[in-house]
């Protein structure tokens, strides 16, 4: 079970746990205590998080979650039953929310590089070269046809051009750029086919 899938289970666990006791308290059932079932709730979080933390020490890393394991482990030694699956769902739902934010922040870098140019249109004297984006030179004139990507920073060299640069900018509306404008790569042509000089190679660019 891999490490995301695990600590939704625990989440799951815990809040079950902490579900059941509360309707063993209200109901007064005699057979199970409502301790009982919020200790046994909390403890698959306290050996789990026991177990991330020596992992951790064993390399060199020491974290604040020794502080969820200390509060949740008082807790339990003092008879605060109801405390320790509270601390617990907290962790467990913190740490479920840290995944989900690293996923979609993942989600997003991936969708930006694969947005990242790959080709790029080099004017010769017999017309236009396609070649790789790394093989762009600073001073070559490269023509951008409607829909592409920039493929390098550039100053514009036509009279205008409408440029589509949310993915930079955030900003949602396309804008007009005339010429003698530094354009920048990763950038979209959302108007006519335009001709930029590139100022500089791929690897430095935007």
């Known amino acids: 079970m891999n490490e995301p899938v695990l600590r939704r289970a625990l989440l799951i666990i815990a809040i079950l746990g902490l579900a059941l006791g509360l ?8 057979f199970v205590s409502p301790d009982a079932i919020w200790t046994a709730a909390t403890l698959p979080v306290v050996v789990t998080l026991a177990i991330s933390i020596l992992r951790d020490f064993w390399i060199g890393r020491i974290g604040v979650d020794a502080i969820a ?52 249109h080099r004017k010769i004297r017999s017309g236009t070269e396609t070649v790789p984006v790394d093989q762009v030179t600073v001073g070559d004139e490269l023509l951008v046809r409607a829909g592409e990507l920039l493929p390098v920073d550039g ?30 790569s990763g950038t979209v042509n959302a108007g006519e086919t335009f001709v930029l000089r590139a100022s500089a190679v791929a690897d430095k660019s935007t």
Do not use: C, H, K
């Open 23 to 30: 309707g063993a308290w209200r109901s007064g059932i005699d």
């Open 69 to 120: 394991l200390v509060s949740m482990s008082a807790a339990l030694l003092l008879g605060q039953s109801l405390a320790a699956i509270v601390v617990a769902i907290m962790y467990a739902g913190g740490t479920v929310l840290e995944d989900f934010a690293r996923g979609r922040a993942e989600r997003n870098l991936r969708a930006l590089t694969d947005r990242a140019p790959r080709v790029a």
């Open 155 to 184: 100053i514009l060299i036509d009279a205008s051009a409408l440029l589509d640069e949310s993915t930079v900018t955030g900003e949602p509306l396309p804008e007009r750029r005339s010429a003698g404008d530094t354009l920048r």
